[in-house]
Nanobody, 116 residues
Framework: QVQLRESGGGLVQPGGSLTLSCSASASFDRHSAWGWYRQAAGKERELVAVISAGTIKQYGDSVKGRFTISKASETTLVLQLNNLKPEDTAVYSC???????????WGHGTQVTVSS
């Protein structure tokens, strides 16, 4: 099993930016989905952004045009959050799931708070 760890969360004013990072403990098969989810207090968890098959990027409707997902290396996933809004406040978690289901890992999560 691959272990994931998120970092980069914090407090930011509306309109500001943050960069989140997810580090994997080992390399893995590219036949996978590696991405970010978030869960606000009292809300359901939702997809933020994901990279599938190593290259295909998808974004949740609420973050399109503001967030960017990328791989800084084969074992580091980055989420750039721009033009942040109060409704972006949530715990952001990294998930890695291989298509053969040999791996389904979650990080511990990192808190993002957007407030003036």
């Amino acid at each position: 099993q691959v272990q994931l760890r998120e970092s980069g969360g914090g407090l930011v004013q509306p309109g500001g930016s943050l960069t989140l990072s997810c580090s994997a403990s080992a390399s893995f098969d590219r036949h996978s989905a590696w991405g970010w989810y978030r869960q606000a207090a009292g809300k359901e968890r939702e997809l933020v952004a994901v990279i599938s098959a190593g290259t295909i990027k998808q974004y949740g409707d609420s973050v399109k045009g503001r967030f960017t997902i990328s791989k800084a290396s084969e074992t580091t996933l980055v989420l750039q959050l721009n033009n942040l809004k109060p409704e972006d406040t949530a715990v952001y978690s990294c998930n890695l799931r291989t298509y053969d289901k040999r791996i389904d890992s979650w990080g511990h999560g990192t808190q993002v708070t957007v407030s003036s």
